[in-house]
């Protein structure tokens, strides 16, 4: 069996990424969530995986 090493972490103020908004049009609402998710991770050091294109909430 061949290991990975990963580390799966979860951020406690994650929100939406704000694709849904986006895609209907919703700029304002988009923008606000991707400064929440900004805020959110800019406290850690890591790489982002997200394999849910849709919607992914951890």
Do not use: S
Request: hydrophobic share 35%; charged share 15%.
């Amino acid at each position: 069996m061949k290991k990975h090493y990963v580390q799966v972490t979860n951020i406690p103020k994650q929100t939406c990424c704000g694709a849904l908004q986006h895609h209907a049009g919703e700029t304002p609402q988009t923008v606000e969530l991707a400064m929440q998710n900004i805020k959110a991770y800019e406290q850690y050091d890591f790489d982002i995986v997200n394999t849910i294109g849709g919607c992914v909430r951890l």
